[in-house]
Structures are given as structure tokens and as C-alpha cells.
């Protein structure tokens, strides 16, 4: 069974910082780019941003300058450092990893969803 473990959300006032953590387990044996995504109340889901395996970044023009993602290849686990919340980035954030695993006697690739996170930036 394959998870993705999400962890630090929670209340933080406008001007302050969460860290974000997704830890993937499991019968795993590639992940290639990872992201985080986030999706506020009576809006769609959106990216936040994006990791490939090799480094490479995409954000979202609206956290750009103020968030960052990172990954521990080692530990199967991507960051995002949010630094400066303001109250629009209040949403459930979901981790996102495109992973090969195996599961029913099978190799599967796919995108995979974490559970999600509830940050809410409000004084």
C-alpha cells in the first residue's frame, strides 16, 4: 500500500510562516515530479508549485517570491516553505506525486493524492 503523508498546517496570523511536509510510503520505486496543490472553499484545486526529480521549479504566479518547494529524494518526501501568508492563501493544501509502485501483483504509474492539509491564515 502506497501512502502520502502530509503534515504542518494550521493557523498561522497574516505575515507569518508554515512548513509543509509530504512523506510518501510503500512499495514505491520511482517518483518523478511532486507538487503541492491547494483548494479553498467554492474555488477549484490549483497548483501551488512543483518539483521534478532533478530540481527543477514551477510555482504559481501568485506565491512566487514567497514560497518554496523543495524534496529529499532520499527520504521520498517534498517541502513547501510558505513564508509572508496572507488570508487568501488559506485552503486545503494536497501533496501530489507522479510515482511508479506496485500494487494488485502490478506495476502502477500514476499520480498519486495525499490527504490534505487545512492552513488558515487569519489574525
Known amino acids: 500500500q502506497v501512502q502520502l503523508v502530509e503534515s504542518g498546517g494550521g493557523l498561522v496570523q497574516p505575515g507569518g510562516s508554515l512548513r509543509l511536509s509530504c512523506a510518501a510510503s510503500?512499495?514505491?520505486?520511482?517518483?518523478?515530479?511532486m507538487g503541492w496543490y491547494r483548494q479553498a472553499p467554492g474555488k477549484q484545486r490549483e497548483l501551488v508549485a512543483a518539483?521534478?526529480?532533478?530540481?527543477?521549479?514551477n510555482y504559481a504566479d501568485s506565491v512566487k517570491g514567497r514560497f518554496t518547494i523543495s524534496r529529499d529524494n532520499a527520504k521520498n518526501t517534498v517541502y513547501l516553505q510558505m513564508n509572508s501568508l496572507k488570508p487568501e492563501d488559506t485552503a486545503v493544501y494536497y501533496c501530489?506525486?507522479?510515482?511508479?509502485?506496485?500494487?494488485?501483483?502490478?506495476?502502477?504509474?500514476?499520480?498519486?493524492w495525499g490527504q490534505g492539509t487545512q492552513v488558515t491564515v487569519s489574525s
Open positions: 501530489n506525486a507522479d510515482m511508479t509502485y506496485y500494487s494488485g501483483s502490478r506495476w502502477v504509474s500514476r499520480g498519486y
Open positions: 518539483i521534478t526529480s532533478g530540481g527543477s521549479t
Open positions: 510503500g512499495s514505491i520505486f520511482s517518483i518523478n515530479a
